[in-house]
């Protein structure tokens, strides 16, 4: 069993990960719910059965992320005994943590290292994604991938009470700060050196761009999965994802985002991809 005293979420849940013959990540659900300080795993398989129907209610398969296994578990004194078990995906974990008991600090830093490594799966396991070679190119596509979850964050954003533009904007801002620290658009801008017309999303390098489109994913997830109401409730809430996913970033290693590089004007990669396109359909005409 991996100690898991004094270790960071990130480090915790990454050496209790185990990898089987196909190259498959998995956790068995025994140590995943000491890991979360359940001292009865009963309660845990509360959680267990609260993850499986939204996993269900997500239209994915269960025996996909929750695999009923027996496993040797050490019961004292060196003694072993062969009790049932559950081979746990990442998305099943990140599940588990999303109904676990919110009262323990490990399970709200839980909640935020799965939601991000989940989402990096995801991008990794798309096969257009996959197939990136340059950086202009993944510009591109987490840029495309930005604007299309900003226009589902801004309808979660209206369903929680933020209706007028300069309310939205006052919500963003707000998920800007928890991400830069406590900087908002503005600060942003004048720290990377940009103009008032210059928008910070155009400028920024796929690794900015990705930790923003968690930023966002996760805000509006959140923003459905406990129904927020209120302009104030909505606001606060997309600040903490944000300050969540910084400290994820912290936690492993990374560069916080007011101090990666600026990047040239995606629009201009925007233009030269439109030509390249216009090129190659007169060539195949």
Known sequence: ??????????????????????????WMSREFSK???????????????????????????????FVDVNEMVTIGLGTTREMESIKL?????????????PSKEI??????Y?????????IKQMDEYNSLSTEEEKRLFLREEMARHNTQLADAAKDA???????????QNHGYKGLYGGLGAKEIQEKKGLKKSQKILDHMGSTELAAN?????????????????????????HYEVGAKVRKTIEELG??????????????????????????????GK
């Open 1 to 26: 069993m991996t100690n898991i005293i004094d270790k960071t979420p990130s480090s915790l849940f990454e050496d209790i990960k185990k990898i089987d013959e196909n190259g498959n990540e998995y």
């Open 35 to 65: 890991a979360l300080e359940y001292t009865d795993y009963r309660n845990f398989l509360n959680a267990v059965n609260k993850a499986k129907e939204a996993c269900k209610n997500s239209l994915q398969s269960i025996p996909d992320h």
């Open 89 to 101: 995906s990442r998305y099943a974990c990140y599940l588990i943590v999303q109904n676990a008991d």
């Open 107 to 112: 399970v709200a830093q839980g909640q935020t």
């Open 114 to 122: 799965f939601a991000v490594q989940t989402r990096i799966a995801e």
């Open 161 to 171: 009470g933020v209706i007028e533009p300069i309310d939205y904007a006052i919500f």
């Open 213 to 237: 489109l968690f930023r966002a994913t996760q805000a509006e997830e959140k923003l459905r999965r406990e129904e927020i109401k209120g302009k104030e409730n909505a606001n606060k809430t």
């Open 254 to 283: 990374g560069t916080m985002p007011e101090d990666l590089p600026v990047a040239d004007s995606i629009k201009s990669l925007e233009s030269k991809q439109r030509k390249a396109l216009k090129g190659g359909n007169k060539d």
